[in-house]
């Protein structure tokens, strides 16, 4: 099992709610990774980190944002929650170069916005 | 959009069969993995190719990668039903990013 925690694992809240996704790690990696998974299983990058204070959006424009205050944290946060955000989020970080090693995932926040 | 392609999206075969499952890419890489992931779970890595790599094997795994096609092919034998799974190509598209594919939904019958 990979040191790499999201909380909550499900959640459901009302439209125009803030919420906060949470995902740390304990390996001490560098890079981190947030991707959108819908229900017809593509994931989808919508931000990543290089390192402490480093974000960038990823692929898929997303209304989120995130943050990389510390190493091994790597919040995602939605300031105002609609229909349309709910989907699977999936947290991962690797340690080196892409060339050389893996990704390592969370298990996932299950979030339905009602 | 997603830089890998799998093929097929879904397949069924009974215990004992091979499984085998493709991955297109459309750009250079230095590497290309693969990943399992079980129902609403995370991604597990399972193996990691390089670009000057033809052929990989762990355990009953085996992944062959053709830089000339852009394919990469993960062949499962003897499967499990606790093989049953969805099974994604990632590439790195020569970046920091980790870019995946569409996934293929596999179900093993015992």
């Known amino acids: 099992e990979a040191d790499i925690y999201q909380t909550p694992r499900y959640l459901v809240i009302g439209t125009g709610k803030k919420i906060t996704l949470e995902c740390s790690q304990t390996m001490g990696h560098d890079k981190m990774y947030w991707y959108q998974q819908d229900p017809g299983m593509e994931l989808h990058l919508i931000h990543y980190?290089?390192?402490?204070?480093?974000?960038e959006k990823g692929d898929l424009s997303s209304e989120s944002t995130v943050s990389r205050i510390r190493t091994e944290h790597f919040p995602l946060t939605l300031e105002s929650a609609r229909p349309s955000h709910t989907s699977q989020y999936l947290c991962?970080?690797?340690?080196?170069?892409?060339?050389?090693?893996?990704?390592?995932f969370g298990q996932g926040t299950r979030l339905t916005v009602v | 959009s997603q830089q890998g392609e799998e093929d097929p999206q879904a397949l069924s075969i009974q215990e004992g069969e091979n499984a085998t499952m493709n991955c297109s890419y459309k750009t250079s890489i230095n590497n290309l993995q693969w990943y399992r992931q079980n129902s609403g779970r995370g991604l597990v890595h399972l193996i990691l190719?390089?670009?000057?790599?033809r052929e990989k094997h762990s355990g009953r795994l085996r992944v062959t990668l053709d830089t000339s096609k852009k394919s990469s092919s993960l062949l499962i034998t003897a499967s499990r039903a606790a093989d049953t799974a969805s099974y994604f190509c990632a590439t790195d598209e020569g970046t920091y990013k980790y870019i995946f594919g569409t996934g293929t939904r596999l179900k093993v019958l015992a």
């Open positions: 190719i390089r670009s000057n790599e």
């Open positions: 980190s290089y390192g402490v204070n480093s974000t």
């Open positions: 991962a970080s690797n340690p080196g170069l892409m060339k050389d090693t893996e990704a390592f």
